[in-house]
């Protein structure tokens, strides 16, 4: 089944509800960074937060990215995603390896550790917005619960969850996210707080084959619920050698300098998707001489 990110009304509550399916993604995530299951569970969830951001976006060219830069061994996730439903993943140390809990559970919140969770936004204004927090649990979904209360004051509810089997399969990943609308009643608020405190958890609703919408069905008891927008969700890169060219024109020319002297050339990777761009001395030299 293909990945999709969905938005949902819910009668009679006043919130914006969204859900995800980011199997797919997640698993050519994992595929191109030969990511370790902690790995591949924190940058999952990572992955499915900042897809479910996209559904807020207004214009196709809008794009988002969640950077997470932390002390514990995976050092850093980045998420890009645009309005389009396209979205890549760096993973800073994507091989660790960190036992699983007593619990059984992955271990996320170890492979954070302490750090920040910045996101931008690109709007197509002059500056992007940004909003920055600190780590406050390394599970990921607390963290961008507490960044939506602290930087964007909407308070929400965020639940991601990453399946893996004993061979490192990735049998589901997805989540869902509630944020409440400024004029969501009192009522509603406990409503939803004590149905969050006795569903099961995302996990389990997805071991159970639950879809978006049965898992939104389910939160709210069997409200009706009305589908408002459905998009595609995709691991895609939009690197290009244009873009690289640019990014190495931006080097400090002592380092280019030394690109061309010593190293007679350059490679390099991508790091949201491996693809590989080779430099010859030649060719660095060209670009060179255009900033000289
Ligand atoms: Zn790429």
Redesign the pocket.
């Known amino acids: 089944m293909k990945d999709q990110i969905t938005s949902f009304k819910v009668e009679g509550i006043q919130a914006r509800v969204f859900a995800v399916n980011s199997k797919e993604s997640v698993r050519e995530m994992q595929r191109i960074h030969n990511a370790s299951y902690t790995a591949t569970a924190a940058a999952g969830r990572a992955l499915s937060a900042t897809a479910m951001m996209i559904m807020t976006l207004k214009n196709e060219t809008d794009r988002i990215n969640a950077q997470i830069k932390c002390d514990g061994p995976i050092k850093g996730i980045v998420v890009a995603a645009n309005a389009n439903g396209e979205v890549?993943v760096d993973i800073y140390q994507p091989m660790i390896y960190i036992p699983l809990k007593k619990s059984g559970k992955l271990d996320v919140a170890s492979a954070i550790g302490k750090g920040t969770l910045t996101i931008v936004k690109d709007l197509g204004l002059k500056n992007p917005y940004t909003g920055n927090v600190n780590i406050v649990s390394g599970e990921i979904a607390e963290d961008f619960t507490y960044y939506f209360a602290a930087s964007e004051q909407t308070p929400s509810v965020v639940a991601l969850g990453v399946l893996i089997d004993k061979n490192d399969t990735v049998i589901a990943s997805g989540g869902y996210m509630i944020q409440l609308l400024p004029d969501c009643p009192e009522e509603t608020i406990s409503y939803i707080e004590k149905r969050i405190s006795e569903i099961d958890s995302v996990t389990a609703m997805m071991e159970k084959g639950m879809n978006q919408l049965q898992m939104v069905e389910y939160i709210f008891e069997n409200r009706r619920v009305e589908i408002l927008a459905t998009k595609d969700l995709n691991y895609k890169?939009?690197?290009s050698r244009d873009r690289i060219e640019k990014g190495i024109s931006m080097l400090k020319k002592d380092d280019l300098k030394k690109m061309i002297s010593e190293d007679k050339g350059a490679e390099v990777t991508?790091?949201?998707?491996?693809?590989k761009y080779e430099f010859s001395e030649e060719e660095l030299q060209k670009i060179y001489d255009k900033i000289k």
């Open positions: 890549k890169c939009d690197c991508c790091h949201f998707c491996n693809s």
